[in-house]
């Protein structure tokens, strides 16, 4: 192999390769602000986060010492970021919604309370996100983790 076909070759890669490691540190960074934006509100509500999960864009933590519950959802209209108190939390449960041919619209996490409206936390929608990754194991985590502080 000469000299200038492994040049080609070499540029050819790196044309290839880099905007997968450009994209992944673009996540990267997305997600490292999600994470800080979380514990600032938390800081904020004199609340230190114990446990969190993050996915598209989207993150959950908990304080629960505090009983505090904080949910972020970034779409292309809002930028949504709910404190709750869950002290009084009675139950929480996963709500699907799904079409005519069972496939999955929405994933929600709707938490009920002793004497405050119903709360619904959007884990997943199909008109915001088309593939759907990890959302349901956390969906179910995260379920699992309220109905135990109730």
Do not use: H
């Not at 993150?59 to 972020?72: C, H, Q």
């Not at 008109?127 to 109905?147: A, F, G, H, P």
């Amino acid at each position: 192999m000469d000299s200038t076909s492994l040049t080609i070759g070499i540029i050819l890669l790196i044309v290839c390769v880099l905007p997968f490691i450009l994209f992944s540190v673009n996540n990267s960074k997305k997600r490292k602000k999600r994470i800080e934006n979380l514990v600032k509100k938390a800081k904020e509500s004199n609340a230190t986060i114990q446990e969190k999960d993050d996915w598209n864009q989207s993150i959950i933590g908990i304080d629960k010492t505090n009983k505090m519950l904080f949910f972020s959802k970034k779409s292309e209209e809002i930028d949504k970021f709910i404190s709750i108190n869950i002290s009084e939390l009675l139950k929480c449960r996963i709500e699907r919604t799904e079409n005519k041919n069972k496939v999955l619209e929405k994933l929600e996490l709707e938490l009920t309370f002793a004497s405050k409206p119903t709360v619904v936390l959007e884990f997943f929608n199909k008109d915001e996100t088309r593939l759907i990754l990890n959302e349901i194991e956390i969906i179910q985590k995260w379920q699992t983790l309220l109905n135990k502080i109730t």
